[in-house]
């Protein structure tokens, strides 16, 4: 059994998990420290079986350590302990992909969560030295560090180590995890037959029949070749003939074109010699030309050197003009400001005499208008002397002044009730607008009503629609639907009437009368087909009964009121309802009620009764007069809920209706007061405009008077207001005379000034004029040199001109040469051999070179050997219609028929040496494997056999030759009325399936080289038979000698079943009350045992 190790710095309770100890006794090695080197083992191990398995900080686990048993470990432990947890560490520890296991693509996953680091340990056993593979997780970096014996190492090493000890954990044939059970079934033939050749056959099965699916994909690639390179070279033969017959009619036209060449390779050389000769004039004439120009160019370095002085001298004088020009600049700018001061002393004077002649032209103006002001006096005194008196027209003004103020007041009252009137208007305006928007209120609300009818019942609202326009045909009351006549006081409690009546009732027409009830129903039920439902009123009242108890007396058991108190409605309408459903006798309770019910139901003996948020029914059995009471919630109210109270409605119309009467009573009296106040406006405009004529002659006197006293006073205080120009003259000379001893001042800097500035400009015009002599003379001197530069470049550009052309010559020479040499095959370097040489002329570029002696027979002038080519190129015209490509094709194919009856031969003892092979290899290869799938078969048919069920193993083979389409082919059947089928995904259940897998990898345990098999959870599809049988078989199968080690994972077991001396098997407990690693004894556990078992006779 697994021995627990934990380590955990805050205990979680649930979250740590260890597997159960093991017996000591068990022939599994001594349980080693972490930190011990492996040590050899012998034993029942085979050879890379695992002896121990230790976790750190890895999914589940804090720290685990897992010693497993030789044979058969039987991994036991309910959903979600951490037993898959422990396939994981052994896949992973051993250098297994992580997505292999089903659960997550990044190793840094399968650290528990909250920790950064976790670590796998695997001890696998040889008999050279166990084998301790370590491998530590980073979940930060994802990253993976390995260790073998404590030595770091690289995953490839580890991988290489695990499979020299043949551990394949991505063969599901030797490691089936819980989340890859049902991939065993969808492996396909081919997968299969890999699978099984890697778990449990011969090293070298596998390699040979991946060398024969090479060598069979090689010998179909040569057949292929060796068929292509035979058709291609007969096609290639068959052509050769064909055109052999125009070969030989090209080699007599290439007769002629060799002699057309040998003319064409003549004339370069020809060309050449006459190119040479007039190189070598242009040279001569260019040397000529060359003397010249370094005459002129002599004769030019004087005039230079004479011109650079100049231009100095030229620069010196610019450098003093520019300095003359900056103190001229600076004196001006003082100029200039000495200007400005005095421009502004003249401005002051100017100010000051405009000031002095303002004063005097006010004086001048008072003096005019004292002068005007007397005449003014004079008239008007004269004009006052003439005037009549006016004592007379008091009187008349007096009167007319008592009419005035009579009509006055007549408005005054007339406006007052005008004013009064509109105010009254307005107030009834305002009233009536409050009055409509309430009865819209009311409508609206009646509306809400209304809309809430017609989309639940619509029937009904159609009634009450007909209803409105033919009550004329019924002689006593009709009432609209109760819901709509029901007005609650309070919205709150519309719930209790809609629990208590019922929805059938609450939509019913109330009548007073039978008979207007029947014509109701025939018109509306029978004619338009609508349903709906009435009742009728009782004829003796009962809206105004009393209840049987007083409110008072249930008040103290939080009742509030009786279910009639809580609305309105027509008296015919309440009376019905308290007859039928006797809303006068139940009442409304609050919370409070509730909480003291079982006090209520017993002391009132009320029948019915609601609390806040429930109705409560109270029966008395018949036979044991028992009080039995039920309750049920109330439901939320739907209908009556919006409140409208048709008493008030009608009040506000009669309202409007009194307040439009005092409207237009008001609105015609506005009328009369405005006709009596337009008379009385115009009255008193008449009498207003005769008292204004009286008064006009009355206070014209008075205005006169007025007018000269005015004048008098304007004319003393003009004479009053007096100015002494003599000495405002004297003032304003003495100021003008100090500005002017200013100015005086500043004209005296200003004119040394303009000296200065004056001397500056003459010295500077003096060195300007300096300047345009050296700059006189330096023109003429670059006149003479651009006539003799003008000389020098026509000098120049000639010899150019004739280097160029001599340039051009000599390149022309060496093309000439190059294209001679080259039509004779010779190079740069190699000489013309003596014996085609006629005579050796010395040519431009050093080397000797004449025609070769084969030209001794041709002609030697151009235009000779232009007609000699004509005439060749015409005869050698007539052969027409042979295409030079056509022989290079022939030779080709010539060359190439050889060349591929070559590589034929080849590829057809190459293909021979593969069939060779291929037969070899396959001899080793497949006897041995129809062995092996004979022995599998043997075994598995064995297993179904045992379960009255039957399976066979076959090899299957498509095409002998096609060895990659073999394949293992699993059939089974599980009833005895089918016949067998194929293992697929598909066609068998899932508990057939998981037999099926597993009794084939049992079939292989016993024939596996494979050191241990993995097997997570496969059991959980099958039945119990079938379960208890494949268990048996484990069992026997497993714990045989020399088999290899075998893990099977499963988190139950069927009662009963048979185990074996040779299982070990490991409990996974966990929970918060799990003793800690370091104080698991199993040896103190067993003493302890035993004391208790011989204390317990003794008690």
Known sequence: M??????????????????????????????????????????????????????????????????????????????????????????LGLAGKPAFMGRADKVGFFVKRGCSKGMIEIELFRTSGNLVITREIDVARNQS??????????????????????????????????????????????ELLEATEKSIGPPEMHRYHCELKNFREKEKQLETSCKEKTEYLEKMIQRNERYKQDVERFYERKRHLDLIEMLEAKRPWVEYENVRQEYEEVKLARDRVKDEVRKLKEGQIPMTRRIEDIETQHHNLEARIKAKATDIKETSQKCKQKQDIIERKDKHIEELQQALTVKQNEEHDRQRRISNTRKMIEDLQNELKTTENCVNLQPQIDAITNDLREVQDKRELCEGEIIDKHKERETLEKEKKSVNDQIVQFDN?????????????????????????????????????????INMKDN???????NHIPSNDLRAFVFESQEDMEVFLKEVRDNKKLRVNTVIAPKNSYADRAPSRSLNELKQYGFFSYLRELFDAPAPVMSYLCSQYHIHEVPVGTERTRERIERVIQETRLKQMYTAEEKYVVKTSFYSNKVISSNTSLKVAQFLTVTVDLEQRRHLEEHLKEVNRKLRAVESGLIALRETNKHLEHKDNELRQKKKELLERKTKKRQLEQKISSKLGSLKLMEQDTCNLEEEERKANTRIKEINVQKAKLVTELTNLIKTCTSLHIQKVDLILQNTTVISEKNKLESDYMAASSQLRSTEQHFIELDESRQRLLQKCKELMKRARQVCNLTAEQNIPQEYQTQVPTIPNGHNSSPPMAFQDLPNTLDEIDALL??????????????????????KREEEIVQLTEELKIKKDELDKYRENISQVKERWLNPLKELVGKINEKFSSFFSSMQCAGEVDLHIENEEDYDKYGIQIRVKFRSSTLLHELTPHHQSGGERSVSTMLYLMALQELNRCPFRVVDEINQGMDPINERRVFEMVVNTACKENTSQYFFITPKLLQNLPYSEKMTVLFVYNGPHMLEPNKWNLKAFQRRRRRITFTQPSQ
């Open 870 to 891: 004509t005439e060749e190129r015409s005869r050698a015209s007539c052969f027409t219609g042979l295409n030079p490509t056509v022989v290079d094709e022939y030779t």
């Open 492 to 498: 709150k409690n519309a719930k209790y009437i809609e």
């Open 145 to 190: 560090f390995w260790f073998i014996n404590k030595k770091s190492t690289t995953q490839k090493v580890v991988e290489e180590q695990v499979a020299a000890l043949n551990i394949q954990v991505s063969n599901l044939c030797q490691f089936l995890p819980q989340d890859k059970v049902g991939e065993f079934a969808k492996l396909s033939r081919i």
């Open 445 to 485: 609300l009646m509306n809400q009503k209304e809309d809430k009818l017609r989309q639940r019942y619509r029937d009904t609202y159609d009634a009450v629609l007909w209803l409105r326009n033919n009550r004329d045909k019924f002689k006593q009351g009709v009432y609209e639907p109760i819901m709509l006549t």
């Open 2 to 91: 697994a021995a627990p190790s934990r380590k955990t710095s805050t205990p979680i309770p649930l979250a740590s998990k260890r597997a159960a100890p093991r017996d000591p006794s068990s022939e599994v090695p001594s349980k080693r420290k972490s930190s011990a080197p492996p040590l050899p083992s012998s034993g029942p191990f085979v050879e890379g079986s695992i002896v121990r398995i230790a976790m750190e900080n890895f999914l589940t686990y804090d720290i685990c350590e897992v010693c497993p048993g030789p044979h058969l470990n039987m991994i036991i432990g309910a959903n979600g302990t951490g037993k898959s947890s422990i396939v994981c560490a052994i896949c």
